[in-house]
């Protein structure tokens, strides 16, 4: 399982994601094993928006989906640079915290 967490704006943290890439699909191909890329993300401030701002369910829900669809923007071009197709795996792309939700998958 590839964990990664590609940013537009972040080099180093992107350099890592590319070395977590290179290393998790020759391993994969070395191994003839599935290959699972995992990404967690989140709105930031959701909690809020619906809580402290009152904002409508709605626009918050839009939101979301725009958030998502930004995240899986970054991971299916980050995929696309390292395994044209994706063979014996998939992404998984999780909406929450990281250090809870990766581990989970894992298991």
Do not use: C
């Amino acid at each position: 399982m590839a964990a990664v967490d590609p940013d537009p704006i972040d080099k180093k943290s992107n350099a890592i994601n590319t070395k977590i890439m290179e290393l998790t699909t020759s391993l994969a191909r070395i191994e003839g094993s599935e290959l699972h890329v995992a990404h967690a993300w989140s709105l930031y401030g959701e909690s809020l928006m619906t809580g402290f701002i009152r904002m409508s369910q709605s626009k918050v829900d839009k939101l979301v989906r725009q958030t998502r669809k930004e995240h899986q923007g970054r991971i299916t071009e980050l995929v696309g640079k390292h395994v044209p197709r994706l063979l014996n795996g998939r992404i998984h792309l999780l909406k929450g915290n990281a250090e809870e939700l990766k581990p989970a998958l894992a298991k």
